[in-house]
């Protein structure tokens, strides 16, 4: 298995802007050439950002042939069983977690996948564990695709330097991820911490307990 977790984008940074995300997202999925892609959505439901609207996916890959199936439909998750994986970003974090836990074939999908492409708190719930809210305290299971790790998006740009230390420190895993926005952490579940990479215009930073 391969991850590619971008840390979100920033609609009023220019720098890490979500049409560079964008961009960055179709590049890397693109040159995976993939038959199919099975987006997961459940983070970001309803839009209100007009950069997140509903169907902005579809539109991006719309041009390169490969086949879209959605989680939100039964049969799409039964056609999807080789497809790589993109899990959209979003403030319905829980939402996300949960809808995968509650769809066993969708979960056996995602944990079995070959590559899983993710933004934000698609990104974050690779980790083990995961902030269930920002501004809470409460610490919740994510997939667990990275064992004894927490992971926070938007790192720099947002200033949750001490968020992954608190995140850490609460759920007692050995590991933090920092992946800052228009940037993603690549790398193999198997490989981490020893070997990793980055793509992005920013950085990721490995916080050890």
């Known amino acids: 298995m391969k991850l590619f977790l971008f840390g979100g984008a920033e609609i009023d940074l220019p720098s890490r802007s979500v049409p560079l995300l964008k961009n960055l997202i179709k590049e890397t999925l693109v040159q995976l050439e993939p038959s199919s892609i099975l987006l997961v959505p459940f983070a970001r ?14 539109e991006v ?5 490969i086949k879209i199936f959605d989680a939100r439909n039964d049969s799409d998750i039964d056609r999807a069983s080789d497809s790589v994986i993109f899990i959209n970003g979003g403030s319905k974090r829980r939402v996300l977690i949960d809808s995968i836990n509650k769809n066993v074939k969708l979960l056996n999908i995602i944990k079995n996948a070959k590559y899983i492409v993710s933004e934000s708190s698609g990104s974050m719930i690779m980790g083990e564990y995961m902030l269930a809210d920002r501004g809470g305290n409460e610490i919740i299971r994510g997939v667990g695709v990275l064992k004894n790790t927490v992971i926070e998006p938007h790192y720099t740009e947002r200033k949750y330097q001490q968020a992954l230390i608190e995140d850490m420190r609460k759920s007692g895993v050995k590991y933090g991820i920092g992946i800052d926005s228009a940037t993603a952490i690549v790398v193999d ?6 070997k990793w990479e980055k793509i992005g215009v920013g950085n990721v930073y490995i916080k050890t307990a």
Do not use: A, C, R
């Open 45 to 58: 439901l309803h839009p209100t950002e007009e950069e997140w609207k509903e169907g902005w996916f579809k």
């Open 61 to 65: 890959m719309q041009d390169t042939g």
């Open 189 to 194: 579940p198997q490989e981490f911490p020893d």
